[in-house]
């Protein structure tokens, strides 16, 4: 819970707040955009809900916290809210909510499916959860897009025996998943879900496309809207591997049709197809023209610093030596240009 004691700067003076327990994942701006913005380090609610709507999107952003940041001084009643997830998009698409920390905060999806149900990414474990997922019918597949977000896949795929599917370049985040993807072809294992290898962010990140209308992006697309447009991609400072290998994945795209793309951390993005188009076109050409990420400052060294311990601490210590060989690589550009 929240604790008012412990509110951060920048909230608007209120009901709702924002204490110190925040992680920047920024689920709460995805949610309740007219009402949450980033107050470095943390998110705040820069605006009280006036309306309706905008009470409900404040609640859901309550709910769905990962780390319970988000608190009110009032009571109030979140039964129905709780309730109403997971949310279904359609199609038997969903999202799951309860967002898990593991994942920093990150957002994971169903799709109920005659020939299997998949789970796309990891919420938190829960009871809750894993009853509705029962009541589904179960799970047959997990599809883990990339490492930092698996957070308790395998424990999903413990209870329903269900299958992980993840590339081998991730495969640190879950080793004994059982269906490993190599190579960077697409594939279709199930009819209507095809996986798209789109690495970049991390060397083996991948998408998925379900019935060529639901795409589930990963970690490329955001929320941050830093050109008011319909679809952004991340900062380049959020590229853990490649910036240039991540424009080519985000091109392969144009070769497909859908109309939502699902982010791990980001909005939902929901368009007729032809816009999307579009949309994906206008965002590469944003990024083509993009600065070169590696650039070295302190600001970035200093993200990269944070990330390491966390790394090891979630048992990819392979992967957190290669951020440490970036890191001195970066040191090392920032020591020759002040030179
Ligand atoms: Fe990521």
Known sequence: MANVENIVPGNADGDFFVDSRCIGCGNCRDLAPANFAKIAPYYAIVKQPDDSDELRQVFEALVCCPVGAVGSKQKHDMKAIVDSYPQEFGGGVYYLGFNSPYSAGGKSYFVKNADGNWMIDSPKFSPRLTKWVEGQGGLRYMFLTHRDDVAEAD??????????????????????????????????????????????????????????????????FTSMLRFGDKLEVWDPYYCWSSWEEQ????????????????????RFV?????????????????????????VATPERINLFLRMI???????QPEYA???????????RRLAASST
């Open 321 to 331: 030596m290669r951020m440490q060989g970036r890191l001195e690589e970066m040191q």
């Open 309 to 315: 311990p966390a790394l090891r601490d979630a048992g």
């Open 247 to 266: 424009l080519r994945s985000i091109e392969k795209l144009l070769r497909y049709d859908f109309e939502w793309t699902l982010p791990s951390h980001g």
């Open 155 to 220: 424990k999903y795929a413990t209870a329903f025996g269900a299958k992980r599917i993840i590339h081998r370049e991730e495969l640190e985040a879950q080793k004994d998943s059982e269906i490993v993807l190599d190579g960077f072809d697409t594939v279709e294992p199930q009819s209507g879900f095809l996986i798209i290898p789109t690495p970049g962010h991390t060397e083996g990140h991948c998408m998925l496309l379900y019935n060529s209308k639901y795409l589930f992006t990963g970690d490329v």
């Open 270 to 294: 929901h368009l007729p197809a032809a816009e999307m188009k579009q949309a994906l076109q206008a965002c590469i050409e944003r990024a083509r023209d993009e600065k070169e990420p590696f």
